[in-house]
């Protein structure tokens, strides 16, 4: 039986991993409206990813016994000054999930949850990737700048992504 301040914990992370999708979306929207349809394409998918992840925890927490607890999700912004902006709050937004997911990681490693700790370590990796991948583009956009041609090869390449 998984501990109920663990419980609390991964409740937590399933309301920021919702949090992340609905911000991502946001990011999209704008993207779109400045006409970067790849880097809008990116960011929708990236949206639908961390709501896979939100319901990896959903899917965990009822597995254990525990209770989903649901909460509101805060309005993002709208606006951003660039799309290097859109990307360095990305890195810091994935920077900051993965304190989250490690705070949770300490708690059962203290706690001697292994089952806990097992079901973690998918998103410890995951969030090495989100962000090295994070940082890749803000170092890809910070190199084009403002340049016009740069930004529209940039746009190209990120709406290659492909769904996982």
Same mark, same amino acid.
């Given at each position: 039986?998984?501990?109920?301040?663990?419980?609390?914990?991964?409740?937590?992370?399933?309301?920021?991993?919702?949090?992340?999708?609905?911000?991502?979306?946001?990011?999209?929207?704008?993207?779109?409206?400045?006409?970067?349809?790849?880097?809008?394409? /990116?960011?929708?998918?990236?949206?639908? !990813? #961390?709501?896979?992840? @939100?319901? =990896?925890?959903?899917?965990y $927490?009822?597995? *254990? &016994?525990?209770?989903?607890?649901?909460?509101?999700?805060?309005?993002?912004?709208?606006?951003?000054?660039?799309?290097?902006?859109?990307?360095?709050?990305?890195?810091?937004?994935?920077?900051?999930?993965t304190?989250?997911?490690?705070?949770?990681?300490?708690?059962?490693?203290?706690?001697?949850?292994?089952?806990?700790?097992?079901?973690?370590? /998918?998103?410890?990796?995951?969030?090495? !990737? #989100?962000?090295?991948? @994070?940082? =890749?583009?803000?170092?890809? $956009?910070?190199? *084009? &700048?403002?340049?016009?041609?740069?930004?529209f090869?940039?746009?190209?390449?990120?709406?290659?992504?492909?769904?996982?």
């Open positions: 039986m998984v501990k109920d301040k663990i419980v609390e914990a991964l409740n937590h992370q399933l309301n920021s991993e919702l949090f992340s999708s609905y911000k991502y979306l946001a990011m999209a929207a704008y993207l779109e409206n400045e006409n970067l349809s790849g880097f809008s394409h /990116w960011m929708q998918l990236q949206s639908q !990813e #961390e709501y896979g992840h @939100a319901m =990896k925890f959903y899917g $927490i009822l597995q *254990v &016994g525990g209770k989903v607890n649901l909460q509101n999700i805060t309005a993002s912004k709208e606006t951003w000054k660039s799309v290097s902006d859109v990307f360095e709050e990305t890195l810091k937004h994935e920077q900051e999930v304190k989250s997911i490690y705070d949770i990681m300490d708690l059962t490693l203290a706690d001697k949850d292994h089952a806990t700790s097992i079901f973690l370590q /998918w998103f410890v990796n995951e969030q090495v !990737e #989100e962000e090295a991948t @994070a940082d =890749k583009i803000l170092k890809k $956009i910070k190199l *084009v &700048g403002d340049t016009k041609n740069g930004l090869l940039l746009d190209r390449e990120m709406g290659m992504r492909a769904a996982k």
